[in-house]
């Protein structure tokens, strides 16, 4: 398996991709999809449709801000699931990166279901624990990294969304959709 990273906006894969994104978030933490496009013409953002063989299996979309990289969307296209491509895309950025932040669902206790099984699969795959947590929207999220003596901050947080971009405008919707500034962390 050797995985070819191609940007988003080079891709011959637009369409699918979008599905993909669509098909693979809840809308409630999907940003619209134009502003994914915008914001990854803009140096902070990496946004890449993923290949093995010229097919498309799956997309990832990153922000790299200082020496951190915060993974912001991992998908794999459906029927590539279960062949080693989310572990073999997360030893890539793991090889590549020094420390990476994601934030996923809160799995809840009494849950067995997919929230568990994803937080699962990270954990397998070199992401840690960082029992921080917050609320975006009504959901609670759980923080993950690859560094476990880095300390995840409120700041860290906030650059996640505001290093998307370097356009006040946009910077401006994107903390109108997501809670940006009032980020607190809970129990």
């Not at 934030?103 to 070199?126: A, D, T, V």
């Amino acid at each position: 398996m050797k995985l070819e990273y191609i940007e988003y906006l080079k891709s011959k894969h637009k369409s699918k991709i979008k599905k993909l994104y669509r098909y693979s978030f809840p809308k409630s933490e999907r940003f619209p999809f134009w502003i994914l496009k915008k914001c990854s013409k803009g140096k902070n953002v990496v946004f890449n449709a993923i290949l093995d063989d010229g097919k498309l299996i799956g997309m990832e979309y990153k922000i790299i801000y200082e020496n951190t990289t915060y993974l912001m969307y991992l998908a794999i296209d459906e029927e590539q699931r279960g062949k080693g491509y989310g572990t073999k895309i997360l030893q890539d950025l793991i090889k590549k990166y020094e420390t990476i932040i994601l934030s996923i669902e809160r799995p809840k206790k009494e849950l067995n279901g997919n929230k568990k099984r994803r937080k699962n699969f990270y954990l397998r795959n070199g992401f840690t624990e960082t029992n921080k947590f917050i609320e975006d929207g009504g959901i609670e999220y759980e923080i993950l990294c690859t560094n476990k003596n880095y300390n995840i901050t409120k700041e860290d947080l906030e650059k996640r969304y505001t290093k998307m971009t370097d356009s006040k405008i946009m910077k401006y919707l994107i903390a109108k959709m997501f809670n940006v500034h009032n980020i607190s962390f809970i129990k």
